[in-house]
């Protein structure tokens, strides 16, 4: 019975016996296989070149190069799929048989080639080189998604590194003075794009606001809640800001903090539909007295460095904004004097991991505010992160960290 007709289509015969090569080609074209002849092997490696049979029947014992010779040549030619081979000897010997397994042959037939034989033969090659070419399909598919993946990889990295652009855009001045008091910002995200957000805005001449926001989770989600809420506290349109609140004669005014928190509360769970949640501090102000009203939902406490070095961190903590209509937030003042500098930092720096399986902590931070207590103003957020890094071992920051650092001058 014929082997069915399948990857095994063009057959090479290789023998320096036209007689033999006759008896095997009228074989195998009835069984329905294209035969090519070749009287030498290295006419059958030319003919390799210029296009792969699927399967080769090649004698060993040929004048000029061998069987043997023919088919390590075959093997180096580079080729994109496999062709099978099988050598026709009278040899026997396991040594032999070695040497042609060493030198690339997939079969052997002994001579003279009984039909039955070789129709087994090719019907075993024609089920190895089926399941190595549907291998190869599926692996020219697999890099095929690869490639795909990757184009969307890079077009997701892009978009995501224009998207950190715009981000820090929200906070275009890092450095602002404002003659009394002058103030540093920090926003640095664990990702390409974050879900923290500090920035300041003016009152008046003689008050501004500050605010620092964490918004739960990480990632693209997260940064566009910033980019909203970045909207409601708005530094170039008072209007805007949920904080101010226009009066009749076209002045502005401060609402208190802890009101404001409170609106913010109502416009997350009433207009946007999402399942963030923040945490925030709101500070207003008072650049020529130094009191400072606060208003702290969920948010790490404040750390307030007196100009003698001496650390405080106080606060009543509260609910995070998002999770609760109608929660109620307080708020509490704290009072400056020259010198003395204020931090509203996110939970990314008091939560950032030791080499172990430790965080910095509250305690932790204190002493970290001591080393930074000599640096100036413009330097010291920045070199807080430089710690930190030092602090983790190198490791990078799960979580984004951000700060605001205000400095009070006084008179």
Known sequence: ?????????????????????RILSLSLKRDGYEVIEAASGQEALDICRDELPDLILSDWMMPGMSG???CRAFRELSTDTYGYFI??????????????????????????VNGYELRARISAAERILRMERELTDKNKVIS????????????????????????????????KDFDRAAVSLLLQSSGHVGGDLVG??????????????????????SALITARLAGYLSATSPEHNVAMHVLPDGTTTHLPPAEVVARLNEIIL????????????????????????LAQAGHPHPVIQRADGSIEQEGPGGLPVGLIPGAEFSQFSIDLNKGDRLFLLSDGVTECPDTGNGLLGEEGLEALMVDL????????LQAMVWKLDEFSGGKGFPDDVSGILLEYRGD
């Not at 490639?147 to 906070?171: G, T, W």
């Not at 606001?209 to 989600?221: E, P």
């Open 1 to 21: 019975m014929a082997p069915d007709i399948g990857v095994i289509k063009r057959v090479l015969l290789v023998d320096d016996s036209r007689v033999q090569r």
């Open 68 to 70: 043997l010779e023919f």
């Open 87 to 112: 050598l026709l000897t009278s040899k026997s010997e396991k040594t032999e048989v070695a040497q042609g397994f060493d030198a690339g042959a997939d079969d052997f037939l002994t001579k003279p």
């Open 144 to 175: 095929e998604t690869l490639d795909e993946l990757q184009r969307l990889y890079d077009s997701l990295d892009n978009d995501l590194l224009a998207a950190k652009k715009l981000q820090q855009s929200l906070v275009p001045e890092r450095f």
């Open 200 to 221: 300041h805005y003016k009152i008046s001449d003689t008050r501004i606001g500050l605010y620092a926001i964490d918004v739960s989770g990480h990632g693209i989600s």
């Open 270 to 293: 009433d207009e946007m539909e999402t399942e963030h949640y923040f945490t925030m501090l709101l500070a207003d102000v008072d650049l020529a007295t130094g009191h400072v009203i």
């Open 373 to 380: 207590a000599g640096h100036d103003l413009e330097d010291t």
